[in-house]
C-alpha cells in the first residue's frame, strides 16, 4: 500500500538554511547530519504551509 507523503523535501534544493526548522509551531523539521532538512513524524504536521512559504529555495512543499 502507497502512503501518500504530507511532507515533501527535495534534497537537491535544501541549503540547511534552518528557516523552515524555526518556523514550523509543531517542531517537525531538524537537521540531518548532512545538514539538510529532515521530518521527525509528518503526521503531526499543521499543514499551514509556513515552511514551504518560507524556504528561499522551494525545497519544501506541504500536501
Not at 548532512?34 to 529555495?57: F, H, I, N, Y
Amino acid at each position: 500500500m502507497k502512503v501518500d507523503k504530507i511532507v515533501n523535501i527535495n534534497k537537491d534544493l535544501c541549503t540547511g538554511c534552518g528557516v523552515c526548522i524555526k518556523i514550523c509551531p509543531p517542531k517537525i523539521l531538524y537537521l540531518d547530519e548532512g545538514g539538510a532538512c529532515e521530518v521527525k513524524d509528518e503526521s503531526l504536521c499543521d499543514r499551514l504551509r509556513g515552511c514551504e512559504r518560507k524556504c528561499p529555495t522551494g525545497a519544501i512543499t506541504i500536501s
